[in-house]
């Protein structure tokens, strides 16, 4: 899409030239007429409902139809747009937008900001409001991690609708002698350190009724952090308590599912080191070593660890672990003990994870959405267990 813009900037990568840092990503800055604002911006990036009722939508509004202060793009955040490709051209003062793959192309930021816009901009006329938009290239490796960065002003209620409703009271009871749940935070400012939104996020993993065998994988674990809190409450509204809800049939084996994390959190090296007697897992790309002193801990039993791994590489190790699951009368139950075919298959699991890793372009976070490693990996945990 192409549209005029008042003013244009590049600013340099500062990483261009190094060897660490994403020397592909750009930015760019613009200020534009309200009026010039495409009307059909890709939003599946946005990773909340706009909702223009609310009182953050309510100011937004005021202050752009507030014609005594013309200062919209001076108090507004903008507009965040990742895309695959910006322009622009110095002569007509327009910019070319392309964008490629609607998954990480698009409104990541700023969607409450747009719809306002939209739905008001005929109230004035050009040269009355202008929006400030930033616009990034070469991003789609961390999308999910800019993503959740850059909305953290307004915040994402669903968890916190979803507490006051009892809607955890399922995880709350099953895990609750694990020494962990003191940490976990269930809505938003509560104290803690893990968020309910990461278990969700093992636990939709595990989930057979919605990912019942090779036909479909739990991906959406690692790059959607709404969709696991989604089909979490779907879950909850349609089934309540009862035992046609799958959290409820995972009760007995969600203090295996975090253990099991532990585990291949803490055996990661180990594993590598198997498969590869002469290779440093901790120079793979994405893995962390302690540094000055440092003390590594693992994310739920804080264990002390000698690296750590990236969600990208446990991720798809760990969702493998749903080939052993079954259903026996009305509860889900382990076909074979899961630690014990951790042992047997995890170098195997881990050497496939690095090497996919390194196929695409040493990116754990590419690795954390790539439907064929999880395949890969359920087949090998499946496979295992059959033998």
Known sequence: MTFKAEAFRKIPNPYLKADQGTQAAEMYFAICDIKNIPDNIPMQTNPREQKLTTGVAKKIKESLL??????????????LLSAKSVTYNNYSNEITITFEDLDVHGNVDGGHTYKTILQNRDQLDFGQQY?????????????QSLAAARNTSVQIQDKSIAELEDRFEIIKSALAKESFM???????????????????????MFNIDRYPGFDSFPTNSYSSKKKRIDLYIAAHKEFTETNGNPYVKMVNIMPDIF?????????MGDFYKQK?????????KGVSMPRNGQVLKSKFMQDELDTMSPNGFIYPILGAFRALLAEKDGQYTWKCNPFSILEKVG????????QMSRALGNNPQSVGKDINIWKTLYMTVAFSAMS
């Open 276 to 284: 590869n007697p002469s290779g440093r897992y901790g120079s793979i």
């Open 66 to 79: 507030n014609e005594e202060a013309l200062d919209f793009y001076l108090l507004n955040r903008g507009l």
């Open 347 to 354: 170098p195997d699991l881990v050497d496939s994870t690095v």
């Open 182 to 204: 003191s940490s976990v935070f269930f809505k938003e400012n509560d104290t803690g350190d893990i968020d309910v939104t990461d278990l969700l996020a093992l636990l939709n």
């Open 259 to 267: 253990k099991l994390y532990n585990t291949i959190e803490l055996k």
């Open 131 to 143: 929006v400030k938009l930033e616009f990034l290239t070469g991003i789609e490796s961390i999308f």
